[in-house]
């Protein structure tokens, strides 16, 4: 995959920083807050209103829906269940995950020497 030079140069200032794993747990937790976010929008619920759906606080949605929230398989699962929604986990090779990626359709430039300035390397 060929990436233009703002994406390059951002994507070797955040190898230094974040590791891989970092970035597969921050996929997933979007992947899964995003679901959630669907799914409750599709039952034309509130927060509040899915939270007594789901038998949870309202807080604990907003957390699922914003990231804040690092989820286990068990707790996908039992979101998943009450959903009525399967849980699919995948272990693809590696190269399949960054092909497949979009990061270099972002458009990073306007964004990039912001993030360069705010967090320089150490």
Not at 39 to 55: P, T
Not at 78 to 88: F, V
Not at 98 to 110: A, L, Q
Request: hydrophobic content about 40%; charged content about 25%.
């Amino acid at each position: 995959m060929a990436m233009n030079k703002a994406t390059e140069k951002l994507y070797d200032y955040m190898s230094t920083v974040l590791t891989k794993a970092d970035v597969y747990a921050s996929d997933a937790i979007a992947e899964v807050s995003g679901r959630i976010i669907m799914e409750r929008n599709k039952r034309g619920l509130s927060q509040k209103q899915f939270a007594e759906f789901m038998g949870v606080s309202q807080g604990m949605i907003s957390k699922w829906e914003s990231g804040e929230y690092n989820f286990t398989v068990e707790s996908i699962a039992k979101i998943s269940e009450k959903l009525s929604c399967s849980l699919k986990l995948e272990l693809i090779p590696e190269n399949a995950y960054f092909e497949n990626s979009n990061i270099d359709k972002w458009d990073i430039n306007p964004h990039l020497n912001y993030i360069l300035s705010e967090f320089p390397a150490a």
